[in-house]
């Protein structure tokens, strides 16, 4: 059997209770309210791009099930969301095919991500939005808390400032679609992280009494979305921040999302 409209409802459930049930409370960024972030942008990408329906659906599994593995462990939890995945697809009857493909794309997210088929492109894409996303600073609010609990790693401002400047700069969208349309935001974000570190530098060299170092601001860059992708960034950056508390009773509207309803967000959202 192929994955279809039933089976991706399914995994919503599932993943949903999986995650509720056994993700320490310490995940404070990767949880269910990121699993559910990245589900509603590989939806909001297949439309973009025009995936198909069935290839739509096997990825709207993976993204469900991308992040389960952290249940388990920190390191290559992609491994332990992959065999998750397989054995509730098997239990389904779902084609070994298909399986393959939900797997492969949950093992592509691993980083540095290496992605090779399309599919594999888009979900790790749909991952690493956040870096594009006008709430950036905010999940890397999160995610530095999240280290804090989870693996002990405590940063100080200009540290943490800096470890983010080198990944977002070392960090390149695989989609055609991606690298088009989301570098510009994501060099935005970029930007603002080099001016917190730039503060962060002129005010010890007050407090030292030497004159600070200028740094190297990231190239400003001039293209200009189009209206239809300032939209998507909207909505994907409103959405993270209200779906933490409301993601047990959304995950299965965000489904449901189509292109007619992509088009309509685009319509009725003011332009800039």
């Not at 332990?80 to 492969?104: M, Q, Y």
């Not at 280290?147 to 400032?161: F, G, N």
């Not at 740094?215 to 300032?230: A, F, Q, S």
């Amino acid at each position: 059997m192929k994955i279809n409209t039933e089976i991706v409802k399914e995994s919503a459930r599932f993943v949903s209770d999986y995650l509720s049930r056994n993700l320490d409370s310490k995940f404070v960024y990767h949880n269910l309210s990121h699993t559910t972030y990245v589900v509603k942008t590989v939806d909001i990408l297949c439309a973009a791009m025009n995936v198909n329906n069935h290839q739509k659906k096997m990825l709207l599994v993976a993204a469900w099930f991308h992040d389960v593995g952290y249940t388990q462990q920190l390191d290559h939890h992609e491994m332990v969301g992959a065999t998750v995945a397989e054995k509730f697809l098997a239990e389904k009857n779902i084609d070994k095919e298909d399986i393959e493909v939900v797997t492969s794309c949950i093992l592509s997210t691993h980083c540095p991500q290496k992605p090779i088929e399309r599919l594999q492109q888009i979900l790790c894409d749909a991952d690493m939005m956040h870096l594009s996303d006008k709430a950036f600073m905010d999940a890397s609010v999160l995610l530095r808390k999240e280290w804090e609990l989870t693996r002990d790693r405590k940063y100080s401002d200009e540290e943490w400032y800096d470890l983010n400047i080198q990944f977002v700069s070392s960090h390149q969208y695989h989609t055609s679609f991606g690298i088009k349309n989301f570098e510009s935001h994501k060099n935005k974000n970029l930007k603002r992280l080099s001016s917190k570190l730039e503060e962060i530098t002129k005010s010890k060299a007050r407090d030292n009494g030497t004159k600070p170092v200028p740094d190297i601001k990231p190239k400003k860059n001039k293209e200009r979305l189009e209206r239809g992708v300032e939209t998507l960034f909207r909505t994907a950056s409103s959405n993270h921040m209200r779906l933490s508390g409301m993601a047990d009773n959304k995950a299965h509207i965000l489904l449901t999302l189509t292109p007619l309803s992509f088009q309509l967000f685009c319509q009725f959202l003011p332009r800039k």
